[in-house]
């Protein structure tokens, strides 16, 4: 994981989006996420922190995403990696069925975590719609 990025269904909400460094990127990460990251990376425990704090504002949050390992690093933020919880309340986790979504073709800035995040929102928001 390089960056995280998590909004709220309403844009009145505060956004969480913060970066770790990347060691040893592949030459695809240097041509096309490290370019548009538009953050400085954190330390592991700040961003574990942040993202606590920031599901902290909803007393039921649900994380919702598209793909699999993003849930899979989602739930590895609530812990501090040595058997202790960041938070307390009830998170859920809803993994969107297999889609046509494309944050490549959707996002205003592909690539970048904040930005796939409000174009994940739109989309799904939008066929919640129908």
Not at 42 to 69: C, K, M
């Amino acid at each position: 994981m390089i960056s995280i990025a998590a909004v709220a269904e309403d844009d009145e909400t505060q956004f969480f989006y913060e970066a770790v460094e990347c060691v040893q990127p592949t030459d695809w990460v240097k041509s096309h996420v490290l370019p548009v990251l538009q953050t400085k990376p954190v330390a592991n425990g700040e961003l574990t922190r942040g993202f606590s704090e920031f599901l902290r504002g909803d007393p039921a949050p649900i994380i919702v995403a598209d793909w699999p390992e993003d849930i899979v690093h989602a739930a590895a933020l609530l812990t501090n990696g040595r058997g202790r919880r960041h938070l307390d309340c009830e998170v859920q986790f809803k993994l969107l069925e297999e889609s046509d979504f494309s944050p490549a073709n959707l996002s205003e800035v592909p690539h970048n975590a904040y930005y796939d995040a409000l174009a994940l929102r739109r989309w799904a928001l939008a066929k919640e719609a129908v």
